[in-house]
């Protein structure tokens, strides 16, 4: 058994220590905030993509850094995880990207709000959060391809693994809203292929295919690469 005094000095050495140690750490976190958060990298571009993240009320749906409204999905990593152009092509029209079944705001930004909207979501990716949000963290029907695997098929279009991957699978790999790509140049002449990634809605009224306003070299591209997959 401790005396009334050993006790007093037990209890007061104890809350001395963790008290040290806690403050010792909470200045180690400190010390680490400036190299972690950033900041070099704040554009103007960044700057006014906060803004519009702010006065749209994104957070109302959104939790960003694990802050905000549980409703939609974690946005921190999205650019990673999407792509600056699937990411723009979902706001100017959330709804095309999926069909008659999205609650996201269409919200009619131009392209600039657009693209600061992005740069703010890709500054926020790049903020060193200790491995925050835990990868990955939505969408487990959708398998990007790695980097070395799109390498080894070199014809294979960028474009495919940043969009249209997101509804369609090749060789297993990708969405599944749309039909798997695999020997479509069977089912599809290349004048066939071109017309519908032109405008879907002009060969197949009230399809579910968005219409994505592709490049014509982007569309020549994909046309050709389409065209090996028999
Ligand atoms: C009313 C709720 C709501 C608000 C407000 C909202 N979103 Fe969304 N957002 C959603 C939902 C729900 C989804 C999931 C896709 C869907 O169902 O449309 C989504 C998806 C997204 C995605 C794609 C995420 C992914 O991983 O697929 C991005 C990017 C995004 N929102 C950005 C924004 C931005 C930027 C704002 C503010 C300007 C915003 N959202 C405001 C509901 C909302
Ligand atoms: C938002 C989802 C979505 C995206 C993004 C998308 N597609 Fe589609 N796609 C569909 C759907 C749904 C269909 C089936 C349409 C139908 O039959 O009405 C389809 C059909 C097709 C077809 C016809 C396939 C067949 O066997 O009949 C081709 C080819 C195609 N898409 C290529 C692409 C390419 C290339 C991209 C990227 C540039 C792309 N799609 C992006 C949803 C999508």
């Given at each position: 058994m401790l005396t009334k005094s050993q006790a007093r000095v037990f209890f007061l050495a104890g809350t001395v220590f963790f008290s040290a140690i806690f403050i010792l750490l909470t200045i180690d976190t400190l010390r680490q905030v400036p190299e972690r958060q950033n900041s070099e990298a704040l554009t103007a571009s960044v700057v006014r993509g906060k803004?519009?993240?702010?006065?749209?009320?994104?957070?109302?749906?959104?939790?960003?850094?694990?802050?905000?409204?549980?409703?939609?999905?974690?946005?921190?990593?999205?650019?990673?995880?999407?792509?600056?152009?699937?990411?723009?092509?979902?706001?100017?029209?959330?709804?095309?990207?999926?069909?008659?079944?999205?609650?996201?705001?269409?919200?009619?930004?131009?392209?600039?709000?657009?693209?600061?909207?992005?740069?703010?979501?890709?500054?926020?990716?790049?903020?060193?959060?200790?491995?925050?949000?835990?990868?990955?963290?939505?969408?487990?029907?959708?398998?990007?391809?790695?980097?070395?695997?799109?390498?080894?098929?070199?014809?294979?279009?960028?474009?495919?693994?940043?969009?249209?991957?997101?509804?369609?699978?090749?060789?297993?790999?990708?969405g599944n809203v749309g039909p798997a790509l695999d020997g479509v140049a069977h089912r599809m002449t290349a004048s066939e292929l071109d017309r519908w990634l032109a405008d879907p809605q002009s060969v197949k009224p009230g399809t579910a295919m968005p219409k994505l306003g592709l490049a014509d070299d982007t569309r020549a591209e994909l046309v050709a690469w389409l065209g090996t997959l028999k």
């Open positions: 803004h519009i993240w702010d006065s749209n009320n994104c957070m109302g749906c959104h939790t960003i850094l694990g802050e905000g409204a549980y409703y939609a999905p974690e946005l921190t990593r999205v650019v990673e995880r999407r792509g600056a152009e699937w990411i723009r092509i979902f706001l100017r029209d959330p709804e095309a990207m999926y069909p008659g079944k999205r609650r996201m705001v269409r919200y009619g930004f131009d392209e600039e709000q657009i693209t600061d909207v992005i740069a703010f979501l890709d500054w926020i990716g790049h903020v060193d959060t200790n491995g925050f949000p835990p990868a990955p963290d939505m969408a487990p029907d959708v398998k990007l391809t790695s980097t070395a695997e799109v390498q080894a098929s070199a014809a294979r279009p960028a474009y495919f693994d940043t969009v249209c991957i997101a509804c369609h699978a090749v060789g297993g790999r990708g």
